[in-house]
C-alpha cells in the first residue's frame, strides 16, 4: 500500500466512524450485500470491497465473492455505498439488521441508469429526510473525492457562497428567468451530472444572499464560488452592471448574473475548483452564514 493510499484510508476511517455500507451490482443498481464496519477495518482492509467482506464473519463468504468477481469480470466495480456513518457501536447493530429487513422484505426494481443517493428510489411523502442527514447516504467514491481535495490557496478576490441541500422553490432571478430551487443537488455529487448541469448550480449560486455591495466592489471580486460540504463545487464570472436587490424585510438580499466558468485550461478554475474542488479552512469560532469573502484572514 502506498503512502498516498494509507494517507486516504486513515483520512476515509475519521471521517466514517462506525458505519453501514451496501455493496451495489452497478449492472442493475440493486444492493446484494449490507454490513457494517468500523474506522479500524478502513485502515486495515482498504477500500475494496473483497476485503471488506473477507473481515466479516465468512458464513457465505464465497457467495459474496463469486458475485464480486462477477462484477469485475464484465470491467465494472462495485459500488460501495455508505449508509450511515458516525455512529456508536449499539446504533451502528441497529441500523444494519433494520436495513436487512427492510431490503428483504419491500422490491427493488433494477435501472439502467447509475444510481444516485436519493434519485432512483420509491416517492414519498416525506417533506424532510430527519435528523443528522449530513451522516446519511453517501458513495464512497465521493467521500473519498471530497478528501482527496487539495486546499484552497489563491489569493483571487471570491465570494465564496456556501449552498445547503436542494429545494424545489419556484423564484425570480435577477435577469427575470424563473429558478426552479436552490442549493445542491445530491446527484451534482457525480462530476459528469454537475458538469450537465452547470447552468442550474449558477442559478442556485447567483442569488439572493445579504452580500455587503461595497465590499464586492472594493474587494475587486469578479467570480462567486459554490461551496458545498466545505468543498468548491463551481466557479462563475459576474456580469458587470447586473447587480439587482430586493428588500426582504428587515434585509436587502442582493443578486447578480453569472457566466458558468467550465473550461479546464482556465487557470482559475484549476486554482479554484479543478477535478476534485478545492477545501476550505475551518471557519473562525463564532462565526456563521453562507458567505465568506475570499483571501480569507484566519
Known amino acids: 500500500m502506498t503512502d498516498q493510499v494509507m494517507s486516504i484510508n486513515a483520512d476515509v476511517a475519521h471521517r466514517l466512524g462506525n458505519y453501514v455500507y451496501a455493496l451495489v451490482d452497478p449492472r442493475d443498481g440493486i444492493p446484494f450485500y449490507i454490513g457494517k464496519g468500523t474506522s479500524a477495518r478502513v485502515e486495515h482492509h482498504g477500500l475494496e470491497a473483497k476485503a471488506w467482506v473477507a473481515a466479516e464473519n465468512p458464513a457465505g463468504l464465497n457467495e459474496k465473492l463469486d458475485r464480486i468477481s462477477s462484477i469485475e469480470d464484465s470491467g465494472e466495480e462495485v459500488d460501495i ?18 436495513l436487512i429487513d427492510f431490503v428483504r422484505t419491500f422490491p427493488i426494481s433494477s435501472s439502467p441508469e447509475r444510481i444516485r443517493p436519493l434519485t432512483n428510489g420509491t416517492p414519498l411523502t416525506n417533506k424532510v429526510r430527519g435528523g443528522d442527514a ?15 481535495a487539495p486546499a484552497l490557496i489563491s489569493q483571487h478576490p471570491l465570494l465564496l457562497i456556501t449552498l445547503g441541500d436542494w429545494k424545489d422553490a419556484e423564484e425570480q432571478m435577477p435577469n427575470g428567468r424563473i429558478r426552479s430551487g436552490f442549493g445542491f443537488k445530491n446527484e451534482w455529487m457525480d462530476k459528469k451530472l454537475l458538469e450537465s448541469s452547470i447552468d442550474e448550480l449558477a442559478n442556485s449560486t447567483c442569488c439572493w444572499w445579504r452580500w455587503d455591495q461595497r ?16 468543498v468548491t463545487r463551481g466557479l462563475f464570472q459576474i456580469v458587470p452592471g447586473t447587480f439587482r436587490q430586493i428588500y426582504d424585510a428587515p434585509h436587502y438580499r442582493r443578486g447578480c448574473d453569472v457566466i458558468p466558468i467550465v473550461d479546464n485550461a482556465d487557470p482559475l478554475w484549476q486554482e479554484v475548483v479543478g477535478p476534485h474542488g478545492h477545501s476550505l ?17 484566519t
Open 215 to 230: 465590499r464586492i466592489q472594493n474587494s475587486g471580486i469578479t467570480h462567486l464560488v459554490a461551496v458545498y460540504r466545505g
Open 281 to 297: 479552512p475551518a471557519k473562525k469560532r463564532g462565526e456563521r452564514g453562507s458567505l465568506r469573502y475570499w483571501p480569507y484572514a
Open 81 to 98: 455505498w455508505i449508509l450511515r456513518f458516525g455512529m456508536t457501536r449499539a446504533e451502528y447493530s441497529a441500523v444494519e439488521s433494520t
Open 134 to 148: 449530513a451522516q446519511g447516504i453517501t458513495r464512497l467514491g465521493d467521500i473519498i473525492d471530497e478528501l482527496r
